[in-house]
Each structure stands twice: as structure tokens, then as C-alpha cells.
């Protein structure tokens, strides 16, 4: 134990859990800051808005594996319960911080006084109240723990004071950190041998079988192992959008993305399928598109570290309860001991393989197309080749997303990571990327609408240093319009210019090429406007005649 105010505990604490970065926006915890910055382990980055600030924390958790930290005074806590609420539905180990309600001002008309509490409970994990100085550090522990364990996700914590006043007490306390939950995960439980045994059987056996993988095989850092038990099995893989980069585009047993956000090729290879096999996937609405693909009563596998995830959408043959990786290397270790092999499925896998044949020779001549304005396959086609070998593209929802799902191809070693659902993200998650990975290429795609939501936090990234390239398809539509919906007199790369940023601006396709590598070079913050065809709208996702989702 040691002597010291609460906001000493908090710098402290920081450093210990490896926080390089706090998001935030003022005013809370003042001295803490000041603490902070004596320290010097952790960089402060003021951003202009909770969400934004949420969508940066959000966006680095799952670039560092560690979670993110993000805060703000009490007349803010719903807004960045607001940016939470997508590292909520991504599973991202987000911790909010936010000031609170104090007992003399309460239920009196206060200024900027309201009952925030019960507003985190629907996108939370857990949501602590922090009365006391003295509950700080075991909340503060037990927020990281929540965070971390089993299925990832946000945990908030709200202290008493507007500006987290409780904190201001000095008291005795407890420094430790528990070094097993810096990072996630922080457990590997494995599934059942019965289990393992018996999920080899039905993926040996079957005729047409195909693995689904989603995002808990990102967290559990198991692509290798996805691949190998593929690769010795023979059964081709789709990845949900959360796991787009687990398999590279040039793998042979590789189908695309299935869902809603699709390629058409991965749901025709799903919808034939005699047996799927859900990897750290929650067999949501968009992965299945609307429960259609598979449809309901297909033999399913289910992996899964969360007991309650296993069969709530398909009733499984076979559920394994485990961390990914850790079941996984013991699926390959059964496999390798047992004598039997699995069935030749050499025209299932010609099947499959002739959907993706099919499917590029569709998309080729959009993606090579130089029509100006510019097609989105071609942004896609150009994204995909360009990007160095290890960079990370960060991808906004909706056309970003189905864009760079269907028409971009990824490559070994490189990383996607995808809004959960909330527009707007894509600009302030591909800054809290690059602050987890500052010498790594990390490149941001939105459309106009998507990057209008947070262009002010060009300032931040410029104030901060934070230099990613953000690349904007601008058609000035906001993707659900063919006229213009917002005023072509905007140029996005003359407010980079302004913002302390470095702006781009591209009219033709062979020109592309050249403003990413002078962005990637340039030694600051940078925005690459690409003027998009407005007209041009992206397929959604292909389901058997007859079907229909909800």
C-alpha cells in the first residue's frame, strides 16, 4: 500500500497495465492528467467529441490486444456511451471512464446534472459505480478483468464528481497490477476431449463441409490454426467480416465473406454445405444474412469461449466450449493421432473452387474499370494491391464495409478491422490503430457521409502525430443517393490542408496509386479523396431462391 491521492493511483495504474494511450475530452480527472504527464508512460489525446474519443479506445483494444481507455465529465457520459455501444457489439475491450453525480447537487435541478448510470447497462459488460476513493483500485481491477475475460468487451466505470471529484481524497493504496489481464486473452480454456472427438467425426465424415470463422478467432490470435486444421482437413474456409484477413485472398481453400456484406461465391458455398462449423462466430443476422445461409436445420459445429453462445441460433450436432486457439491446437493434435482419414471430397472442393473462379471473372472488368468519376471496385482493386504486406486497413460501416468485402483483396500478414455497425466510425477507430501501431501502415476507408461525422478529429490526429492515411471516397452522396446530396464545393483534402493534415485529392484511377504512396510518405496525418460514382451501388448479399430473412 501506498500513500497517495486518487489521481496519482490512476497515472500509476495506467503505466501498469501498459495503457500507452488515454482518449478523452475535457474536463475529467484533471490532476490525474497532470499525474500522467509526470509519469510520461502514457500520451493524453484530446479529442473533440465522447464518441469520437470511444471510437479511438475501441479502435486501439483490438489493434493491441489491450484494451483501450477512454473518458469524459459527467455532461458527456451518454455521448460516449453512444461511441461504446459499437465496442459493445464488436466485442472490443473498451474501459470508459466518466464523472458522475455527487449527493449534495443531486435530484436538484444541477447544472449539467442527470442520471447517466442506468444508460451504460445495455452496452456495457459492466457498469461500476465508484463511491469511495477507497473502492477505486479493485473496480479499476475488476473493470480489466471483466474487459478481458471470456468474450471481450466494454466495462464502465463512473466515479463520483462531475469531473471524477472522489478521486481528490489521498488514502493508502493498493498499487498492484495483475499483469494476466494487460491483455486479452487472458485465459485459454480448452474445450471437452468427448467434444473434440466428436466435431473431428462430423468434419471427417462429411460430404460438403465448410468452417465459418469470425471474430473470436481475431482475439484469440488464432489464424494460423484456423488455416492448418483447414489445410489438414481439406474444407474451405469463409471469414466474417470481423475475421476478413484470417485467410488471405490467395489461399486455395479460401470462399470470401459470406453474411449480408458479402461476395456471392462464399454464400453459394455456405448454402450447399451438408455441415458447417462456426469458429469464434456468433452466427449473427449479418454473417447469415438474416439466418438464410445457412438456413436453419443445417448440421451445425459451434466454437465458442461463451457456453450461452453455443446453439442460440443454430442447434448444434457438435458444441465446443473453448478459447479458440487453444481447441483448435488440440483438434490438430486429436488429428494427428487419430488413424482414420477424412472422406475424398475432391468434387466439393472443384464445387467450391469454381464460385470463386466465377466470381472474380464477374468482378474483374468493374474492378479494372477507369470510367471517371471513379468506381468503388477500382478504389477496392487499387486498395488491395497497394497496401504494404503488413499494413492494417480500418474500414467504416456500410459501403466501406461491402466494398472492401467483396472487391479488395487482402494478403498474408496484413489486417482488416471493421466497424461494428455505427457510421462515423472508421475515421477515429483508424487513429486509435495507428496509436497502438505506430510503425505500421494503417490505412482508414469511409465514404463522404461516414468521414463527415468526425472530420474535425483531422486536428487531433494532427496535434497528436497520429499518422495514419485516411482514404474518403467522396461522391458526394452519402451512398444512398444518385444526385448529389451534399455540396461538391467541399474538397476534403484542402480542409486536411487546413487542419495541420496532409490532403490528396484523386479524379482519375491511375492516379491513385501515386497519392497513396505520397501519403503513406509524407510524414503527417493524411486524407486521400477519391471522387466516387455516385450512382454505383454495392450487391448485397446472395440467398437462395425462395428464402427470405428477417
Keep these: 500500500m501506498s500513500k497517495m491521492t486518487g489521481h496519482r493511483y490512476f497515472a500509476e495504474a495506467m503505466k501498469g497495465y501498459g495503457v500507452s494511450h488515454l482518449f478523452y475530452v475535457n474536463t475529467i480527472i ?18 473533440h467529441g465522447e464518441k469520437a474519443a470511444a471510437y479511438m479506445a475501441d479502435g486501439y483494444a ?28 464488436a466485442g472490443s475491450p473498451v474501459i470508459a471512464i466518466s464523472g458522475g453525480q455527487n449527493d449534495m447537487p443531486r435530484y436538484r435541478h444541477a447544472y449539467q446534472n442527470a442520471e447517466d448510470h442506468t444508460a451504460w447497462a445495455g452496452v456495457t459488460k459492466a457498469n461500476y459505480s465508484v463511491d469511495a ?8 481491477r475488476q473493470a480489466f478483468r471483466d474487459a478481458t475475460s471470456g ?30 489481464f494487460t491483455r486479452f486473452p487472458p485465459f485459454r480454456p480448452c474445450a471437452e476431449d468427448a467434444d473434440i472427438k466428436a466435431a473431428l467425426k462430423e468434419l471427417k465424415e462429411a460430404a460438403k463441409p465448410i468452417i465459418v470463422v469470425g471474430g473470436g478467432a481475431v482475439k484469440s490470435l488464432a489464424g494460423a490454426e484456423v488455416v492448418a486444421l483447414a489445410d489438414k482437413l481439406q ?24 453474411g449480408s456484406y458479402s461476395r456471392w461465391c462464399a454464400n453459394k458455398a455456405v448454402a450447399a454445405a451438408d455441415l458447417v462449423f462456426f469458429i469464434g462466430s456468433h452466427t449473427g443476422g449479418q454473417v447469415t444474412n438474416g439466418w438464410q445461409i445457412p438456413k436453419i436445420g443445417t448440421r451445425t459445429i459451434q466454437l465458442d469461449i461463451n457456453p450461452n453462445e453455443l446453439g442460440r441460433n443454430y442447434p448444434n450436432a457438435v458444441s465446443l466450449c473453448g478459447d479458440v ?8 493434435a ?3 493421432r487419430s488413424a482414420s482419414a477424412p472422406t475424398p471430397r475432391a468434387e466439393w472442393l472443384e464445387q467450391v473452387r469454381s464460385y470463386v473462379a466465377d466470381y472474380w471473372a464477374e468482378s474483374d472488368p468493374l474492378r479494372n474499370s477507369n470510367d471517371v468519376p471513379i468506381r468503388p471496385e477500382r478504389m477496392a482493386k487499387e486498395l488491395g494491391e497497394w497496401m504494404p504486406s503488413n499494413a492494417v486497413l480500418v474500414v467504416d460501416t456500410f459501403h466501406a464495409a461491402l466494398w472492401t468485402a467483396q472487391m479488395a483483396k487482402m494478403k498474408s500478414g496484413q489486417r482488416y478491422i471493421r466497424c461494428g455497425g455505427s457510421l462515423g466510425w472508421g475515421f477515429p477507430g483508424t487513429l486509435g490503430v495507428k496509436a497502438a501501431l505506430p510503425d505500421t501502415p494503417v490505412i482508414g476507408f469511409a465514404g463522404d457521409a461516414g468521414f463527415y461525422y468526425h472530420m474535425a478529429e483531422m486536428e487531433t490526429a494532427a496535434r497528436a502525430g497520429i499518422n495514419a492515411v485516411m482514404v474518403v471516397n467522396n461522391n458526394y452522396s452519402g451512398g444512398v443517393a444518385e444526385a448529389a446530396m451534399f ?21 482519375k484511377p491511375a492516379d491513385i496509386r501515386g497519392a497513396l504512396d505520397n501519403a503513406l510518405a509524407c510524414g503527417k496525418p493524411a486524407i486521400v479523396e477519391i471522387i466516387g460514382n455516385a450512382s454505383i451501388r454495392a450487391k448485397r448479399g446472395w440467398a437462395p431462391a425462395g428464402i427470405s430473412g428477417e
Excluded: W
Excluded at 31 to 46: D, N
Excluded at 154 to 180: F, I, S
Design 151 to 180: 468474450a471481450p468487451g466494454p466495462v464502465h466505470l463512473e466515479l463520483r464528481g462531475n469531473a471524477g471529484q472522489v478521486l481528490d481524497k489521498e488514502g493508502d493504496y493498493d498499487t498492484r497490477v495483475e499483469d494476466r
Design 487 to 507: 455540396q461538391k464545393e467541399v474538397n476534403f483534402a484542402k480542409v486536411a490542408d487546413a487542419m495541420g493534415c496532409a490532403g490528396f485529392r484523386v479524379e
Design 62 to 89: 483490438r489493434a493491441s490486444n489491450r484494451p483501450g481507455v477512454c473518458l469524459c465529465q459527467d455532461i458527456g457520459s451518454t455521448n460516449l456511451a453512444a461511441g461504446v455501444r459499437d465496442a459493445y457489439m
Design 325 to 332: 486457439k487453444a481447441t483448435l491446437t488440440a483438434m490438430l
Design 235 to 258: 474444407v474451405p474456409i469463409a471469414t466474417s467480416l470481423h475475421a476478413r484477413a484470417l485467410v488471405p485472398d490467395d489461399h486455395a481453400l479460401g470462399v470470401g465473406v459470406p
Design 334 to 336: 486429436e488429428f494427428a
Design 30 to 47: 484533471p490532476p490525474a492528467m497532470v499525474e500522467i504527464g509526470k509519469l510520461g508512460a502514457t500520451k493524453l489525446v484530446i479529442a
Design 133 to 140: 476513493a477507497s473502492r477505486f483500485p479493485d473496480l479499476l
